[in-house]
């Protein structure tokens, strides 16, 4: 069974690694080779492959090298690394690479969904910083985060795993090395290795299943590794939608197929994927008819179900019991940044916050297309909105009475920004934006000051260009 170490390579004299599977370079995203110029070094993808071996014995491992030797890497190295796993038969990739800039999230997040579609398993190391990371952020991954009272092969799972780790453990190992046992030094990058091992050993006994299943076998508590926190764990799926609105934007999936109230007993899927599914929101009994009726007659193909609101008990049970596919609701509000208002206090933004305020319907485009804005120019931008539907359009959810000062500031912190944007009409932090757009349905045009923008809801494409280089303007 296959395990590629992207890393800073691996060499396989030391730790009784044994003869490679494979031993490549990535030097950039279009040109991958055999690895040359191996150095006779305990590097740091050396050690996670000795972790592994010391765990599972029995494991194939490989080298994908994408780091240079200042411990660099680009966003596009690794991206080629994970697209070369799912072109070669590899059952589980192990990294301690990631990402903490929201303009890496988009790419780095669709292609550990291709491979989770694939049955791929992907074990990520959150970095030591304490910021989040991509891709050990992800539900479709299985990030590990350590904790120094651990040694060995301990590990406990992390209940409210909310952008954390799933994983919390052990990062002390012992390994010989010219005839002396070491330790390692406990770190986020050596507790990993011990989950890649641990998964190795799962699938080796059970056989190749989803990484809801390998989170099931891996926690204590099956419970909470049933359910997925947040619902950004797919790259496409059939759209059913049986209520009375339309959908305001893009959403972040590819629509394979659409449906509404009216024609729903024809949902049909060509291949296995996810279901989405937005209920009526008035009756729970209209809703549970029909979508029982749908889950049933596609259970071969339905991977995974969002619901855009709150599932009854009759749904929850069909899915974890009887068709054992992942569930995802809105229950998972609950949960959010537990973390955040825990995290130490922050007394300013190393960076600018804009607001933009009006109707959740009129401001939605205008959020995400600023925010992709500033990411197209390198920004380390984020967004987030108390509209309850924003995660569909890529927005991050936060509910309106947590958008006060100091959890903004948290959150800028947090994610390591260089912009913030908030979609929200709470005025309690009115005084920590730097700029504040007003989506206006009583007026027909744009009417610009220093620290205030009012815009027409009929907005159109040029105009949202006309307001970011306002903005840049007065930023930059």
């Known amino acids: 069974m296959k395990i590629a170490v992207i890393d800073d390579g691996v060499n396989s004299e030391f730790f009784s690694i044994g003869k490679l599977s494979f031993d490549i370079e990535i030097l950039d995203e279009t040109h991958i080779q055999n ?3 191996k150095k006779h070094i305990v590097n740091h993808g ?3 492959s000795g972790i592994i071996r010391n765990y599972a014995p029995k494991a194939q491992i490989g080298s994908i090298k994408i780091m240079d030797y200042q411990k660099q890497c680009s966003c596009e190295k690794l991206i080629a690394a994970l697209d070369w796993c799912y072109d070669n038969d590899i059952f589980i990739v192990h990294m301690s690479v990631g990402s903490s800039k929201m303009i890496d999230y988009v790419s780095i997040r669709s292609a550990v969904n291709k491979l989770a579609e694939k049955n791929i398993i992907v074990v990520a190391a959150f970095n030591n910083s304490g910021k989040i990371t991509f891709p050990a952020s992800f539900d479709s991954v299985i990030g590990v985060r350590n ?3 651990l040694e060995g092969n301990e590990y406990f799972v992390n209940e409210n795993s909310f952008n954390d780790a799933f994983i919390i453990a052990s990062g002390t190992h012992v390994l010989l090395i010219d005839g002396e046992l070491k330790k390692t030094k406990p770190c986020n990058s050596y507790s990993a290795p011990l989950i890649t091992a641990i998964v190795h050993n799962l699938i080796d006994k059970y ?3 989803p990484v809801n299943e390998i989170k099931k076998l891996i926690s204590d508590d099956k419970a909470i590794a049933q359910k997925s926190f947040y619902p950004y764990f797919f790259n496409k799926a059939v759209l059913v939608n049986l209520s009375d609105e339309n959908l305001i934007y893009n959403p972040f ?3 394979m197929k659409a449906y509404n109230k009216f024609n729903y007993k024809n949902v049909e899927f060509d291949k296995t994927g996810a279901l989405v599914i937005i209920p009526n929101s008035i009756n729970d009994f209209y809703n549970e008819e029909k979508i029982l009726y749908i889950l049933e007659k596609n259970k071969s193909y339905v991977s995974e179900l969002l619901y855009v609101g709150i599932a009854t008990s009759s749904i929850e049970n069909l899915c974890y019991n009887d068709l054992k596919i992942p569930l995802t609701d809105e229950k998972y509000k609950k949960y959010n940044y537990l973390r955040y208002i825990e995290n130490d206090s922050f007394s300013n933004a190393s960076g600018p916050i804009l607001s933009i305020k009006g109707t959740y319907k009129n401001c939605i ?4 297309e600023i925010n992709r804005m500033f990411e197209t120019l390198g920004y380390n931008s984020k967004a987030v909105s108390s509209y309850e539907k924003s995660y569909l359009y890529d927005i991050e959810y936060i509910s309106s009475n947590l958008l006060y000062k100091s959890n903004i500031l948290k959150l800028f912190n947090f994610y390591n920004l260089e912009v913030m944007i908030i979609n929200s009409n709470n ?4 005084n920590l934006y730097d700029i ?4 206006d349905e009583n007026t027909d045009n744009i009417v610009y000051s220093e620290s205030k923008i009012i815009v027409t809801k009929n907005y159109s494409d040029r105009d949202i260009k006309d307001i970011f280089n306002y903005i840049l303007d007065i930023l930059v």
Not at 365 to 368: Q, T
Not at 436 to 439: A, H, K, M, P
């Open 35 to 37: 690895r040359e110029n």
């Open 46 to 48: 050396t050690v996670c």
């Open 147 to 149: 904790n120094e009272k």
């Open 207 to 209: 056989g190749i299943i």
């Open 253 to 255: 999936f590819h629509v």
């Open 365 to 368: 485009k205008l959020v995400y």
């Open 427 to 430: 005025i309690s932090a009115d």
């Open 436 to 439: 504040i757009i007003v989506v």
